[in-house]
Every structure is written in C-alpha cells, then in structure tokens.
C-alpha cells in the first residue's frame, strides 16, 4: 500500500493537474452538502407544518428565508473571492451554513427558525459562486462545461437525496433531527473543501493584501459590468431561464393534478422525472458547449428555444393531456433546468480578469431576485384566474423577450467579430 501510495504522488507530482478532477469532486459534493437541507424542505412541508401549527404561506417564507440573503450576500461573496482562496471563503460560508443548521434544531419556534435560515443563508452565498470559480480556475475551456454541468448536477441531486432521506428522519425522530442532520451534512462538505481544496499550479496566491480604493469604490467600478453587452445577455437568459426553473418546480405537479387530473404520486414522479432530466441536461448541454463552433451562449440560446417550445404546448388543449403534459414536463426539465451549467460556464469566460468572484456573485444575485419573486406571482395568478395558463404564458413571454434581444445582441457580436 506504501509503494502504491508512493507512486499514486509521483504522478500526481509529474501531473498535478489531474488533481482537477478532485477538485470537481469535492465541489460537487460541497455544493449538494450545503443546500441539501434547503431543498429538502418542500419535502418537510407535512411534518413542520403539524409540528409547528404553520400555514402554507409561513412554509413558503421559511423557503424564502433562505434564498433572501444572497440577494447582498453574493456580491459581498463575490468580492471576497476576487481577494482571498476560494478553499477559505467557500469552506467557512459551509461551515457557517452547519452551524446555523445545528442552532435552528435548538429552535424555540417558527421565528427563532426563521431567524436560523436568514443565516443558512448568507453561509449559503459563497458556496455557489466559490464551487464554481474553483472549478472554471482548474479546467480550461476544453473541458470548462462539461466540469461546470457535472458540478451544478450536484444541486438537484442533493434536493432530490433530501426530499427521500429527510421526512423518514424526521418522522422517526422528529423535525429538530432533520435540521441537525442537514447541519452534519453541511459541515462535511465544508472539512471536505477546507481539507483538500488547492488553487491549480499557474494561480497566483490569494490577494490579501489592502485595496488601495474602499470597498465601496471598487464595488462601483465594478457595478459598471451591467453596462457591458455580454452581462446584459447573461442578466437577461438568467433571469427568464431561472423563473422557467421555479416555475416548473413548484407548478408542475399541481398542473397535472388538477388540469390532466394525474394522481398526486404520479404527478411527483413526473416531476422527479423532470428532475432527473435537468440532471442530465447541465452535464450533456454544459459538454456540447465545449464544442459548440458557435460558442457557449449559442447553447443558451437553444435551450430558450426549447423552453418556449415547450410552455406554448402546455398553453394549449393538448398540455392538459396526462401523456403530452408529462413528457412537456421532463422537456422542460433538460432545457429548462440544464441551461445552468453552459450559462455558468459563460459567466466565468465573460468576466473581466480578476473579477470572475465578482462576475459570478452579481449575475447570480440577479437571478436570486427572480429566484425570491416568480414563485409567489406565477402562484397568486393561478389563485386569481384558477387557471395555469397566465401563469405559463408569463413564462414564456419572459422567455420570448430575453431570447429576442439577447440572439440580437449575440448576431451583432458575430457580426463584429466577422468583420475584424
């Protein structure tokens, strides 16, 4: 075992780049560990609600309360990994992300709890842009989607491990365990990265030492990012593709149950389906963007297409029909879900050098705001007209425009380029 591990380091001495799939690795899994309680709790919805005498409306702000903080929190996270190794910044954000967890099982009650995931929260915010600069920092653009898809798939693979493991903790042992459990898987990830994360050979070490502007004006300077063609394309896809997302996750079983009259079981299979189908979509979309001749954005325009495709189905009499609207469903999953990965991938080859950090937390913070507020529009427009095709065709009008002017936007860049 000596010699084998003796040879295992001369290898990884003569190639230490292929320490890079470590790196995926371990930023995979950190990203799952640290919101696999957050997407659990749609899961605990049944349990917290009996335990805690909660309406739906106080369950769903427990869900905001946890998306609400990143709206400032990926700025300043962003900001902090254009100064510091991401091995610090993202593991002590997991680390906060467990200790918040572990607190909020003492909880006293809805608010003290509440309060627990505003914090969760704010951990949560480096994790996110962090995972995704340590990875585009080890693979170069060869390899940059595919890298970039398999670690946003660990999002909705550890959603999907906490909506089967977390109601079984937590009706065996009650809601407080399932928080404690959350806060043990958070604080593996965070020892996982702090303990084997390392910047690539060629990465400078970590900028620590004091700006020569404040803050507030480096933040300024680079807030003038919006006005640069590509953060427009970026801000524009992100945000319509990000509702079509959440939409999707928290309208699709109802629309099967209650306009193709699908079981409830059915209905969330089908939506596990479409899961499973976004899985797929951020690694096999984020992979042909690496060899995409047209370039990244050209995949994220493909899934806008799709996603249009798809809701105009279901605005019709056939998106009622149980076969039809379940395979729209599972559409809507591959293109609807797995743009992220090929669209994260742009972000970080877009950004200005030495402000990937930065880049990364502005375009998703824009996109938290979308995150925060079409959920409970597209739900109150179902409410008002008692029907799901206001709520779809806001979608796909959201979609219509960013894809109308962001294809502009991408034939004038091409147009450029050709004529240089």
């Not at 003492?106 to 704010?122: D, E, R």
């Not at 842009?129 to 693979?157: C, E, H, N, Y």
Request: proline share 5%; aromatic share 8%.
């Amino acid at each position: 075992m000596t010699q084998q591990a003796a040879r295992f380091a001369g290898s990884q001495a003569r190639n230490p780049w292929r320490y890079r799939w470590i790196v995926l690795g371990i930023a995979t899994f950190t990203q799952a560990a640290s919101g696999f309680f957050v997407g659990g709790i749609g899961a605990l919805g049944v349990h917290l609600q009996s335990a805690l005498n909660l309406s739906t409306a106080q369950l769903g702000l427990l869900v905001s309360a946890a998306q609400l903080a990143p709206l400032a929190g990926l700025l300043v996270a962003g900001e902090l990994l254009d100064r510091y190794s991401e091995r610090w910044v993202v593991g002590i954000g997991a680390g906060v992300v467990a200790l918040a967890l572990g607190a909020g099982s003492l909880a006293p009650g809805y608010t003290a709890l509440l309060g627990a995931l505003l914090v969760v929260g704010t951990g949560y915010s480096t994790v996110q842009p962090g995972g995704s600069k340590s990875v585009a920092s080890w693979f170069d653009t060869s390899q940059r989607g595919f890298a970039m898809g398999i670690r946003q798939a660990g999002l909705p693979l550890g959603a999907a491990l906490a909506s089967a493991v977390l109601p079984l903790v937590a009706e065996e042992f009650g809601w407080r365990a399932s928080l404690l459990t959350g806060g043990c898987v958070a604080l593996l990830g965070a020892g996982l990265f702090m303990g084997c994360y390392r910047r690539p050979p060629a990465a400078p070490g970590p900028q620590n030492k004091k700006p020569s502007a404040p803050l507030v004006v480096q933040l300024r300077a680079r807030l003038r990012m919006l006005r640069e063609p590509s953060t427009v394309k970026i801000m524009l896809s992100g945000t319509s593709l990000i509702s079509v997302q959440y939409g999707v996750a928290v309208l699709a079983v109802l629309h099967l149950h209650q306009a193709s009259s699908v079981g409830a079981g059915q209905a969330t299979l089908v939506l596990v389906a479409s899961q499973g189908a976004g899985v797929a979509g951020r690694i096999c979309l984020a992979a042909w963007s690496d060899r995409s001749g047209s370039g990244r954005y050209a995949v994220v325009l493909v899934c806008m297409v799709a996603v249009i495709a798809g809701l105009v189905v279901l605005l019709t009499p056939a998106g009622r029909v149980p076969v039809v609207a379940s395979g729209v469903f599972v559409w809507l999953g591959f293109f609807g879900f797995g743009w992220y990965g090929p669209w994260v991938a742009y972000v970080t080859e877009a950004a200005p050098p030495g402000k990937t950090g930065f880049a990364l937390g502005l375009a998703m913070s824009v996109n938290q705001i979308a995150i925060i507020t079409v959920p409970p529009v597209l739900g109150l427009l179902v409410d008002l007209t008692g029907s799901f095709i206001p709520a779809w065709a806001l979608l796909c009008l959201l979609t219509i425009v960013a894809l109308a002017v962001t294809a502009k936007a991408e034939l004038r860049t091409c147009h450029e380029l050709l004529t240089k």
